[in-house]
């Protein structure tokens, strides 16, 4: 087996003094960063020890297990890498919200009693909102076209992922959530299959599914369903890019409106960053391909291509990425890691703003750019400014099933990006801190209740803000 990353190796250790030692930098030799050292049980002759540590580069198992049995007193119990001890089991169930202890509760919330609320449901379909987990229940779903950076593993691969996003939006955002992962690339059939089971959910959030087929999937569910269609790694995406990228613009004392934006990537992150940048004020915006500027004139494959191609780029700039960056004021990539060197970086306008959020290599990393980027942003959690996702699908979808909206629209998104903005207070705003932690709960909140608000004042809440 190949170790790299978060792995715990259990130890069985004669208790006599240096066995431990020894042990540790044995482990130690192989370049191992030793996280934790935790006891597991003890008798007068040996004691079991967990510890957990950090492969920086991949090692046999074999190999440290063999040079750790090799020491008097030691013995490997097991090894186990600390990502797979997490999703041992999935990582998410399914219990009952009320107490059933006895006959009463069973006739109450099942046969005889389940009668009269199926019969309330027919008689008044929208009461479903109200006596079901309609009510707050999203399907989180993807056919695994597009997992994460790893590209087209299919759905079975694909449910690790959407566990984990179920378990992010009960921990953040207090929605109830539920993995469908669909044995189909086709998007007719993925049509078919969301509308078939929309009416067990308040909302439905597509995931990991590629372009240019998302747009369609997106676009035509959002039109034959009256609940929220959201595609995380579209809008999600776009509210929280936004959200930073105002708060980077404070600290540079530049606006949106004026600023020139060249976005890497044109799929479905890059698409829906570009146009809710241009929704909210940013007037000059080039997005790049594999072959360069998006520009008029040339033929684009797709209908969001050319959308990009005619009405964000009005100089009608061409080139590589290299050459449109000249002069730039703001860097945004959604593409992939290693695009970019310092040189590429000192090539835009004073402060400029560079967010590299190909994970998990970067477009270019932090460290090679501290001196010249005014203000630099990843994916990852391992340096500042982290743009993730978690940060708006919580809050939104609260806030979307509160209000019972019927879709999720611009204004909610600018709303919940502006929430989310507002997040980091103005003593707090930083080149290092742009953007709140995941951790604050206040700001999924603060999202919700702009979401919810903007529903209203949209037009599209089906619930009044007065109804509890």
Known sequence: MELLGDIVIRLQLENRPGTLARALQCIASFGIGIEAVDLVSSTTSVKVRDISMTVPQPLSSEELEHALNALPGVTVVHVSDRVFLAHL????????????????????????????VCTAIAQDPFAAFNLTLKNDTVAVVTDGSAILGLGNLGPLAALPVMEGKAALFKRFGNVNAVPICLDTQDPQAIIETVERIAPAFGGINLEDIAAPKCFVIEQTLQERLKIPVFHDDQHGTAIVVLAALRNALRIVGKSLSQVRIVISGAGAAGYAIARLLHESGAEEIIVCDRTGALAAGVPQPSPQKRWMAEELNPRQLRGSLREVLHGADVFIGVSAG?????????????????????????????????????????????????????????????????SRATTINAEMMRAASEALADGVAPEELSPEFIIPSVFDTHVQEQIAQATEEAARRTGVAQRDGSVQ
């Not at 990582?91 to 919330?109: C, G, M, Q, T």
């Not at 005014?374 to 340096?383: E, I, K, L, P, Q």
Request: net charge positive; glycine share 8%.
């Open 89 to 116: 089991g999935g990582k998410i169930e399914i219990s009952p919200k009320r107490p059933i202890v006895n006959r009463a509760d069973l006739s109450l919330i099942y046969t005889p009693g389940v009668a009269k």
């Open 338 to 402: 290693g695009l970019l060197n310092r040189d590429d970086i000192r090539t835009m306008a004073a402060k400029p703003i560079v967010f590299a959020l190909a994970n998990p290599i970067p477009e270019v990393m932090p460290q090679e750019i501290a001196d010249l980027g005014a203000v630099v942003a990843t994916g990852r959690s391992d340096f500042p400014n982290q743009i993730n996702n978690v940060l708006a699908f919580p809050g939104v979808f609260a806030g979307a099933l509160r």
